[in-house]
């Protein structure tokens, strides 16, 4: 293998390395070269806006001038039919050499509004279609935002529930280990009040009472059977 081809190889190889590092570059930044592109192509259509409207006063101006050239000559066209009527030829052949200049003029700033008038359509139409895209585009980029926006917080959501990081697996860890100290703590003080009312005495007249054998006098019955003993008396 000679020299230039090995050279030549690894200056492809360098390039392709290069052009998949600009591509993940560019692919992190897609969204942000995007708007770039969208301020740019507004830009742009605003200066063809400028130029559509210099044209279209362009094309006004030179209809305007077709017009009152057309006014001069019907005008000059009176005046020599009466010098010719008057016996003026002198004033006549005057009069029609000014009309011909005058129609020569007529049909130039005719051809230019047409010319100017075809621009003008043209433009509109690159215009209107620039338009299209471009709020085609900012569509586009609103929809691939939003879309980008709930992958991320799916992406977060994943490793929240038990991806790389286990966040949430590690916050539900914690919270049932608090859970079990304050489980661990109700049962602790469950079983001080059960002390207490054993060395007092109290447990064993509640457990006589639940078995029945000594009446409960805030019971029901107990109540029942001391308001009939008053309404007898």
Do not use: C
Request: charged share 30%; net charge neutral.
């Amino acid at each position: 293998m000679s020299g230039t081809s090995i050279w030549s190889k690894l200056f492809t190889a360098i390039r392709g390395g290069a052009s998949e590092v600009g591509e993940a570059i560019v692919d992190q930044q897609a969204l942000r070269i995007l708007d770039q592109e969208i301020r740019d192509a507004d830009a742009a259509l605003a200066s063809a806006r400028q130029e559509l409207a210099a044209i279209m006063a362009k094309h006004s101006l030179a209809t305007r001038r077709v017009a009152e050239h057309e006014a001069k000559i019907q005008d000059l066209e009176a005046k020599a039919l009466a010098a010719l009527k008057a016996n003026r030829e002198d004033l006549a052949t005057e009069i029609a050499q000014l009309i011909a200049n005058l129609t020569n003029e007529r049909d130039a700033e005719h051809r230019q509004a047409g010319e100017f008038g075809a621009y003008v359509e043209k433009m509109r139409k690159d215009v209107a279609k620039a338009e299209a895209r471009i709020r085609s585009l900012r569509q586009q980029v609103d929809m691939a935002r939003a879309r980008e926006s709930v992958q991320k917080a799916q992406v977060s959501a994943s490793i929240a529930s038990g991806g790389a990081n286990g966040k949430l697996e590690t916050a539900v860890g914690t919270l049932n280990r608090l859970k079990a100290r304050q489980d661990q703590r109700a049962a602790e003080l469950e079983a001080r009040e059960q002390l207490a009312e054993a060395s007092t005495g109290s447990d064993l007249e509640r457990r006589l009472k639940e078995a029945g054998i000594v009446p409960d006098a805030d019971s029901a019955s107990a109540v029942l059977e001391r308001l009939r003993k008053q309404a007898a008396e």
